[in-house]
Nanobody, 121 residues
Framework: QVQLVESGGGLVQSGGSLRLSCVAS????????LGWYQQAPGKQRELVAQ???????NRVPSMNGRFIVSGDFAKNTVYLQLNDLRPEDTATYYC???????????????WGQGTQVTVSS
C-alpha cells in the first residue's frame, strides 16, 4: 500500500504564500509520479502539477505560474509552494501518487486526505 500524509494548509491573506508537504510511505510499491491536485468548492479535482521519477526535473511550475511542485523520490516527499495566493485559490489540495507493485506494470492512483487552503481578501 501507499499512504500519503499532507500538511501545511491553513488560512492566509491574499498575496501571501504557503508551502504544502506530502510524505509517502510505500511498502512493496514503486512510485512513478508524485503531484498535487486542487479541488475548489463545487468544482472537479484538477491537476496542479506533478513530478516523475523518470525525469531529471524535480521542480515543475503550475499552469498559472504561481505554484511550484518539487520533490525528492529518494525521500518519498513532494511539496507544493503556493505563491501570490488569491481568494480564487481557496480549495482543498490533495497529494497524489501513481504507483505500482514491484514486478508489476499496473499503475494505481493513491490520494492523501486533503489539506484546506483558504485565502482571504
Amino acid at each position: 500500500q501507499v499512504q500519503l500524509v499532507e500538511s501545511g494548509g491553513g488560512l492566509v491573506q491574499s498575496g501571501g504564500s504557503l508551502r504544502l508537504s506530502c510524505v509517502a510511505s510505500r511498502t512493496g510499491f514503486i512510485i512513478d509520479t508524485l503531484g498535487w491536485y486542487q479541488q475548489a468548492p463545487g468544482k472537479q479535482r484538477e491537476l496542479v502539477a506533478q513530478i516523475s521519477s523518470a525525469s531529471t526535473t524535480n521542480r515543475v511550475p503550475s499552469m498559472n505560474g504561481r505554484f511550484i511542485v518539487s520533490g525528492d523520490f529518494a525521500k518519498n516527499t513532494v511539496y507544493l509552494q503556493l505563491n501570490d495566493l488569491r481568494p480564487e485559490d481557496t480549495a482543498t489540495y490533495y497529494c497524489n501518487a501513481v504507483a505500482r507493485r514491484y514486478g508489476r506494470y499496473k499503475l494505481i492512483n493513491y490520494w492523501g486526505q486533503g489539506t484546506q487552503v483558504t485565502v482571504s481578501s
